[in-house]
Nanobody, 122 residues
Framework: QVQLVESGGGLVQAGGSLRLSCAASGSILSINVMGWYRQAPEKQRELVAVIISGGSTNYADSVKGRFTISRDNAKNTVSLQMNSLKPEDTAVYYC????????????????WGQGTQVTVSS
């Protein structure tokens, strides 16, 4: 079994910064895609940023230029540096891993973290 554990959420004023981290643990052989999604109250979950194992990244238009995603393939971790935060960034942020190969399984798997709250006050 694989677990994704997030950390780093909290309360920050508009214009401030936060760094989210996520560590994947378990019988992991490799992870193709790691990323962050968020869900604000009464809204659908949306992609924030993803990074594949080779380093290519993709960002939501709303966070381009403000957020930076990075990962450490050896440690199975992914981080999200969030700068110039806005009140509209307030949401629960979820770590996501897709294309996960684990010992004892021929198929790739997908996992979600439990979520961490980010609140940006105006």
């Amino acid at each position: 079994q694989v677990q994704l554990v997030e950390s780093g959420g909290g309360l920050v004023q508009a214009g401030g910064s936060l760094r989210l981290s996520c560590a994947a643990s378990g019988s992991i052989l490799s992870i193709n895609v790691m990323g962050w999604y968020r869900q604000a109250p009464e809204k659908q979950r949306e992609l924030v940023a993803v990074i594949i194992s080779g380093g290519s990244t993709n960002y939501a238009d709303s966070v381009k230029g403000r957020f930076t995603i990075s990962r450490d393939n050896a440690k199975n971790t992914v981080s999200l540096q969030m700068n110039s935060l806005k009140p509209e960034d307030t949401a629960v942020y979820y770590c996501h891993a897709n294309g996960v190969f684990i010992r004892g399984s021929l198929w790739s798997h997908e996992y979600w973290g439990q979520g961490t709250q980010v609140t940006v006050s105006s």
